[in-house]
């Protein structure tokens, strides 16, 4: 009965101390004594007790107290949003009296989910903190530094009489050049980069701590979709293309489902016959009071919805439906193209879906090219997309290369992953006509294509002296709004019915005179 007594007291104590009560000194001071009494009143068989129970009760005095079992940290504030913005929201208190302003900095390190995949989350620690001390070298003692989540580390920049744009720029790159700096880990050492945001409090209207964080954590996210290493500032305009997005991950879901997004087709030509050697299916959205939404603006939200192989699908049945219309109108469209994600890629019943699908359309697989990213293939290791790619290619599916050019794919991994035509980024295509350098690039490109045994087309041609060029250098087929817009497929018929009419149509070689 007393020792039951006294483990009834000890829980009451613990619910009362609350979090604290697990790392509590005076806890630590009175344990060896409590044991003492137990082992006098019970003997060994209290002791045995006690080791059992006192976890027990740690555990429910936790749960009871509302609070979660973490750790002790050396620094814990350093993980903490609230700690930042308590010190915006003090700084922000001072602005009335003294005319200074804060800012707030934040530091987003680049791809650094894929570190984290490489090396796991044990492993990115000493590099975060490593971060995190040379941070702390660069400030000033009246500012704070916050790592607010597990690649991103945000400042409070105290109060100045003026924070102007330059002034913001200087400091945001000399925080970049100290991460940019390389991490020595064991034997091995490595560099990484950092996306920044800024904000100052006098571009917002009501300011507060959070607001304030917020709006610099919009510009480093708007910043990195610029590319690594970028650094953006805070504006109203990114505020309200921040809200315009939010709206449309809102609506995409319900846009899918009311069949506003389906593709619409841009045709490929032959440079040797001039005729149609296939159609790329392109996502675009008719939404019924914006009208059609650029896919610039709108595929973004889809992914950040998580809804790109939703799309996938909308847009393959959408693709393969087309070809049949095709064929039952007597019009000769060899295959389409349709574009797939990394994310599509990675499914692991990737194959057997498409299979499916095309038996469901009563297709060979050959009426389909899948489209693929260079910049997919440039980074992928062997794992399932390489197994889907290479099982695409074996069920009879063709494999374009997309955005060739732009993702420093090996040869080794165009022949690892079966690709049989490359599909030469517009970058190159610009004004090829005029300029001897892209000539020869381009040349270069198609000499490599050609011994390798690959097909080629042109991305973007966009004029006829561009695509008399590329012709004559060699290139298969062409591609772009010169030839063609991209079409719904009510249009395509008639489309497809003139094209083949002009072709036919015998050159004019008469010349007038005078």
Request: hydrophobic letters at 45%; aromatic letters at 6%.
């Amino acid at each position: 009965m007393r020792i039951r007594s006294s483990l009834a007291t000890a829980l009451t104590s613990l619910r009362h101390l609350g979090p604290k009560a697990v790392w509590y000194p005076l806890l630590l001071a009175v344990f060896p004594a409590m044991t003492l009494a137990i082992y006098r009143a019970s003997g060994e068989t209290g002791l045995y007790l006690l080791a059992v129970t006192i976890p027990v009760l740690v555990a429910l005095a936790a749960l009871m107290a509302g609070w979660q079992i973490d750790p002790p940290s050396a620094d814990k504030t350093l993980s903490r949003r609230d700690v930042l913005e308590t010190a915006l929201d003090l700084s922000l208190g001072q602005t009335a009296e003294s005319g200074r302003v804060p800012a707030c900095v934040v530091l987003r390190i680049d791809d650094f989910d894929a570190l984290v995949a490489r090396m796991g989350s044990r492993g990115c620690a000493p590099i975060l903190d490593q971060f995190q001390s040379r941070l702390s070298t660069a400030l000033r003692s009246a500012d704070t530094l916050a790592r607010i989540d597990d690649a991103s580390f945000a400042i409070a920049l105290a109060p100045a009489a003026r924070y102007d744009l330059e002034t913001l720029l200087q400091i945001s790159a000399r925080l970049q050049a100290h991460i940019a700096e390389a991490v020595r880990l064991d034997h091995t050492s490595l560099r990484l980069s950092a996306s920044v945001g800024f904000c100052v409090a006098d571009r917002l209207p009501a300011p507060t701590g959070q607001r304030l964080l917020d709006a610099a954590e919009m510009a480093a996210v708007e910043a990195r979709r610029h590319g690594g290493g970028s650094i953006r500032a805070y504006s109203r305009e990114l505020h309200q293309r921040r809200e315009t997005s939010l709206a449309l991950i809102d609506d995409v879901t319900d846009a899918l489902d009311r069949g506003e997004i389906y593709p619409w087709f841009q045709p490929q030509i032959s440079t040797d016959t001039g005729k149609v050697t296939g159609f790329e299916a392109l996502a675009r959205w008719h939404h019924p009071k914006r009208g059609l939404i650029s896919p610039a603006e709108f595929l973004p939200a889809i992914e950040q919805a998580g809804l790109m192989g939703r799309l996938g699908e909308v847009i393959l049945s959408g693709a393969l439906a087309a070809v049949v219309d095709w064929d039952k109108a007597g019009l000769n469209v060899p295959h389409v193209g349709v574009n797939f994600s990394g994310e599509e890629l990675a499914d692991p019943a990737l194959v057997d879906r498409i299979s499916w699908t095309l038996d469901r359309h009563d297709l060979t697989p050959d009426r389909l090219a899948i489209e693929i990213l260079e910049t997919v293939i440039s980074e992928t290791p062997e794992d399932t997309v390489c197994r889907n790619i290479s099982g695409l290619a074996n069920l009879g599916c063709l494999i374009d290369l997309d955005d060739f050019g732009t993702g420093h794919a090996s040869i080794t991994s165009i022949r690892r992953f079966a690709i049989g035509r490359l599909k030469i980024d517009r970058s190159f295509v610009s004004k090829v006509d005029q300029d001897p350098e892209q000539q020869r690039m381009v040349g270069a490109i198609l000499t490599m294509a050609e011994r390798l045994g690959l097909d080629c087309l042109a991305e973007g041609v966009e004029t006829s002296g561009e695509h008399a060029m590329l012709s004559q250098l060699g290139c298969g087929h062409v591609q772009g709004f010169g030839l063609a817009l991209p079409m719904p497929l009510e249009d395509t018929p008639d489309w497809l019915r003139r094209h083949a009419a002009a072709i036919a149509r015998p050159p004019d070689l008469t010349r007038r005179i005078g």
